[in-house]
């Protein structure tokens, strides 16, 4: 499977009453390809419930889902993970998800964190944040060079570029490499679906020209 596109990220708040299938659906329908599942909350249970719609969802666009955070609950329901630094070991969840697996690492601006993340059988290396992010202001800061070093060093291992991504900043980092552009405010934070698929129809058909 090639990973290219747009990767979709939720958010409880932004997806709360009600907003997280139908919006998800709208994202879907406009092209994206990953699709990931994050909910920073301890209610097990509605986890799994929401991740299993999800599931159901990505399976009927062909899109692949992942779980944030959690290798248990992504083997639990046969899909992908992405882990940050202190989120357990990459190594461990290709191991119980199995080699065809989708399995994501963040590596902030470090090409060695990267190198860790391949050795340990990552799927993409993800860097950020690259420009202000209104989900998560204080993530740790990369430059647009890092994609293009991370590129030289890493042409088999796709690139995944976040934090702030917008239609507008979106075509430098693609420019510079990123395979894969992670987005949740400038998708998500829409009045309806149909201003979601818009936007994610826009943001796909970026990898479209190149
Ligand atoms: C694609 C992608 N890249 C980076 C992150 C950030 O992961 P992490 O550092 O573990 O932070 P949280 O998302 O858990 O707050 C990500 N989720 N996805
Ligand atoms: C979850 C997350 N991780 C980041 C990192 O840099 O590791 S930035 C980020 C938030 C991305 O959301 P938005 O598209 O709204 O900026
Ligand atoms: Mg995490």
Redesign the pocket.
Known sequence: MKLRGLYA?TDSQLLDGGRLLPYVEAALKGGARLLQYRDKSTDASRRLREAEALRELCERFGATLLINDDAELAARLGVGVHLGQTDGSLAAARALLGRQAVVGG?C?ASLELAQQAVAEGASYVAF??FFN????PG?PSASVELLEQARERFPQVPRVA????TLDNAPELIARGADLIA????LFAADTPAQVEQRARAFSQLFETR
């Open positions: 990220i963040t902030h950020g944040r992010s209104q989900t998560k993530a976040i934090g702030g991504v987005v949740i405010h400038a």
